[in-house]
């Protein structure tokens, strides 16, 4: 299963994108293994863009130092961790879940990052829309999931950051909460313009993340491919008495 959640700060995709790899985990018989894993990447909005997996020893040093690069070398670093996903590695990946990706940088890097911006090299919108006519010949089964809340929400949850599942997640954003409406707004633009043909909604406001996951479940149905049920069914005749 191949997902990309996309969504503003605080929309909930990093709490659902974990719960629906313990959902998946669990109709498969894989182990979860909580971040940081393989599958899981969520490591593509500034400054939080190390990857935890072998680089624990220089995580907090190095992106305490993402703020302050000059943005020139941020755009560098981001086309890396980019395009690094488009390489044989993750493609023969069974299974992938990406945290906004390149529509992070495609929302976030003109407002924020100070690169991006339409007209400038390596404008981030043109890009998303190369990326996605990658993505469909690389990833023909990824599923383009928009994670989304109320701006009320968004703002609410940032102002009680801990008592979030996840405090950390947001220590030193670029995120403001005036900018909840113009941010939402532009992941809904993205989500609308996507050339990735398999795509998926789910609102946050108001609901618990049980409900979350079963709405997400009930969605993605179609969209599981016949290589992925033959893996649900493989696991429920193992367990068979």
Known sequence: ????????????????GLEVDKWW??????????????????????????????????????EQQMLTLNPHLLEHYQRYQIFNKLTKGYVIMKDLFLMDWYYGDAVYAPMYYGYGKPGMYADRRNLARSLDAEVNEFYPDMVLVLVKASPDTIRDRMANKDKTPFPNRHVATYFKGEDAELVSGRFIEEFEKSLIPRKIEIDTTNVTVEESLSDFVRQMKPFITNDDFQRVLGHQALEMP
């Open 25 to 62: 985990c669990s109709q498969t018989g894989q182990k979860f293994r909580p971040p940081p894993s393989f599958a899981f990447h969520d490591h593509f909005v500034l400054p939080h863009v190390v990857h935890a997996e072998g680089h624990e020893h220089h995580m907090a040093i190095s």
């Open 1 to 16: 299963m191949r997902l990309l959640f996309i969504g503003s700060e605080y929309a909930g995709k990093h709490t659902l």
